[in-house]
């Protein structure tokens, strides 16, 4: 009983104006705002990459200065919250955490109930540093460690590896996770973002109610799941369960026949390789020589062969799967991957949901109803 024409998964559906991202999905080229991916990988840092989210200009240093200082101050979260954080069962899955502390935020932000685009701005900069404190600091405390505060001098990625490790960053560790950052920022309307333009766009400047927060909310549930941010999770898993090169052809030989998904390949809007991934596997290849330890990325490679030989289908590498390679060998913990992507996107979120709720409109598709037309109410002594 369809009143309009109903595509499954939304799947080319145009679904926003916006105008933060653009993606060529047959050219396998990516931007922000009109600048390539390969660009700000190579020129700009994650800090500078948020504020162009978010601002949509490139800062003068003077800007740029005052904003990560507003970054990093805005980095501290509330005793109550880590309080909250410290009272979850220590096997809650870093993200459910994450989920469940960026709601609370919302409790205790200085502008709180305060919808106005200013306020919003605001709470958008605090949420960038404060979910790269929540996820660092969950993981010391379930390993019955004390959080560490961010440091006010130090960038976002510097901050993520000081806080999750406790110790200085190298700088070269710290400028690949930089970048990493940066490559994850934003990526137009996928699942997590959509999810948070919905719950923006339910909201009006008088609502009284956080709607920075709830679309944050709302994302980072969108994102844990394994078609979506949680593949990066799973893409290193696989690897741990494969253990060694050799065992890699009878792994996708098996996937294959029983007709199971590879983790991070293929992608709803590329029909290439993710330009994002081509960064990373020079980070996953870099770093496996620097440690020594290739093993890694030589079965990324050959799986990457492997899926490329077994299918006509246009699947390839998407951004989670050489990240777990690369997050593997910086000594992060394979269930931190997620929330990184977290850290990272909460920029491109709360870029989309400062643009929707400049220029919204309540965000309310059809169903295509299949259930009975008519059925008459049956009394419970009757059925
Ligand atoms: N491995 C094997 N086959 C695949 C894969 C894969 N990773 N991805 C797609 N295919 C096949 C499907 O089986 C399907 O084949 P069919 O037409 O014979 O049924 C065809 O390609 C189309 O796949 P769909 O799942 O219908 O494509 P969709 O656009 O809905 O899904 C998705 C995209 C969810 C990302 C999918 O490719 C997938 O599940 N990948 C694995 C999980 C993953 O890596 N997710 C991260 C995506 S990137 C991100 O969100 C950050």
Redesign the pocket.
Known sequence: MANADFVK?L?GVIAAESSICFIDGHAGRLTYRGIDIQDLAEHSTFEETCYFLLFGNLPKQAELDAFKAELAAGSVVPDEVMALVRSLPKETTPMDALRTAVSALGSYDPDALDNSDAANVRKAVRLIGQVTTLTTSFDRIRKGLDPIAPRQDYTVAENFLYTLHGEAPHPSSARVFDVCLILHADHEL?ASTFAGRVIASTFTNESGVSAVHAAATGAIGALAG????G?NQRVMEMLLKIGDLDAVDAFIDDLFANKK????????VYRTIDPRATVLRSFAKKLGEDTGNSKWFEMCEKIEKLVSAK?S?P?YP???FFSGAVFYSMNVPIDIFTPIFACSRISGWMAHTVEQLRNNRLIRPLADYQGLEKMEYMPMAER
Do not use: Q, S, W, Y
């Not at 394994?226 to 941010?229: D, M, Q, T």
């Open positions: 998964g799947e996928n394994p078609l979506h941010g593949a998904k590879v983790m991070g390949f293929g992608h709803r299918t289908k699947i998407n951004v989670d």
